[in-house]
């Protein structure tokens, strides 16, 4: 007889899903210089990478909504379905099968993004824990499977047999796994909510607009420059390593984030936007650092780069969070986190503007400019920090 989880463990498996979806989403990012190493050229690499945002920002601004329709419990589990499934045609090879493959990881990580962290939490205060609590564990589960996809898939690819394959066939027992745990799962949306009017009604708020979007593009534009540009940079002092630094630089970002968010969230102030500010002021002096590993060209430095870069994602992904559930309203929470991390993977696009304007000026002068761009979104965070609150944050700031 097959025992039923207590409520307060519900979330775990959630959290699963949610896992194996991050994992597939980056399990591809190390394995780019063996891809380009097996004979495909720069430009196909860079398509076969940018497929994956294909199939992400139309998932992030699309399922929530669906979640509201139609229950965070089908949509999880089609997110889940298509992990899978992306990992299968990954596995196949061949330029087509690839690119199929990235489509379709985007979308099961939007899922998990904008549903699977959304279900977390609301599986969590079912279970008596806090909102801020749910909110965490979504954000640092998903974290975890950005970083030990890419980990396992870059120590897979450099070191076991089979590189091109075996990865991905350990993601798919992954996520096989995670499909059977949450099939038994309850649903948290209370009512299914058919019409769109107002659906991203929160987008328009001051503070969403002031507070929130200013910080979001910089989440995924650390990780670029953490994961993308610091190994460009050093690359030639590395010899045959360039994969394993590669993938080191990833996992350490990565995990930088996960464990430094039990602190973005004794951070949050409901009277302020005191953790979104201190993430901005982390990221600030993180792109310093970049500046300075693109100087010396050190692989020690930009490492040290990488890990300060991974603490402001950390931070800054779940204070972002936070402040956006006291925006939302419980049925535009879904929708509205996947504004929010579409905006965040806006930042993605870094790296290639960097490579663009690097014909124009160095990268020192360039993530040195960065620095200025980011104290300048800083400094309109801290200005805007106490204004626009939820009504519950002015009563108690009016109070204090």
Not at 82 to 100: C, D, E, R
Not at 229 to 250: C, E, N
Not at 285 to 303: F, T
Request: aromatic letters at 8%; glycine letters at 12%; a positive charge.
């Amino acid at each position: 007889m097959t025992s039923t989880p207590r409520p307060q463990n519900l979330w775990r498996a959630a959290a699963a899903a949610v896992f194996a979806c991050g994992w597939g989403g980056n399990q591809f990012t190390p394995l780019l210089v063996m891809y380009h190493d097996s004979g495909l050229s720069v430009l196909a690499v860079d398509a076969l990478l940018g497929a994956y945002v294909v199939g992400l920002v139309p998932g992030l601004l699309t399922v929530g909504a669906l979640s509201e329709r139609y229950g965070r419990r089908p949509v999880m589990l089609a997110g889940t379905v298509a992990s899978l499934v992306a990992s299968v045609f990954l596995a196949l090879g061949g330029v087509a099968w690839i690119a199929a493959g990235r489509f379709v990881t985007g979308v099961g990580v939007a899922v998990a993004m904008a549903v699977g962290s959304t279900w977390v939490t609301e599986l969590s205060v079912r279970g008596g824990a806090e909102r801020a609590t749910g909110t965490r564990r979504g954000a640092l589960w998903l974290t975890l499977g950005f970083g030990l996809g890419a980990g396992v898939a870059g120590v897979l690819a450099q070191w076991a047999p089979f590189p091109m394959q075996l990865p991905y066939v350990v993601h798919a027992v992954l996520a096989a796994a995670a499909l059977l745990a949450i099939l038994r799962l309850p649903e948290t949306r209370d009512a299914p909510v058919v019409g769109t009017t107002g659906r991203f009604a929160g987008a328009g708020h001051p503070r969403f607009r002031r507070v929130i979007a200013p910080m979001a593009p910089w989440i995924f534009g650390s990780a670029g420059v953490a994961y993308a540009i610091m190994p460009q940079l050093v690359g030639d002092r590395l010899g045959t390593w360039g994969l394993a630094y590669s993938t080191l630089l990833t996992v350490c970002t990565l995990g930088a984030g996960a464990l430094v968010q039990p602190l973005a969230k004794r951070l949050d102030r409901t009277t302020s936007a005191r953790g979104v500010v201190v993430s901005m002021v982390v990221m600030s002096v993180g792109l310093a650092v970049s500046a300075v590993a693109a100087v010396v060209r050190s692989p020690v430095v930009a490492l040290i780069a990488a890990v300060v870069l991974g603490a402001a994602y950390g931070i800054a992904v779940v204070s972002g969070l936070l402040e956006l559930q006291r925006l939302a309203r419980p049925d535009e929470l879904a929708a509205l986190t996947g504004v929010y991390y579409t905006l965040a993977y806006v930042g993605f696009l870094l790296p290639s503007i960097l490579a663009v304007l690097s014909g124009v000026a160095s990268y020192p002068v360039l993530l040195g400019c960065l620095v200025l761009v980011a104290l300048g979104g800083t400094a309109v965070i801290v200005r805007h920090s106490h204004r626009h609150l939820p009504v519950a944050a002015e009563a108690a700031t009016r109070g204090s």
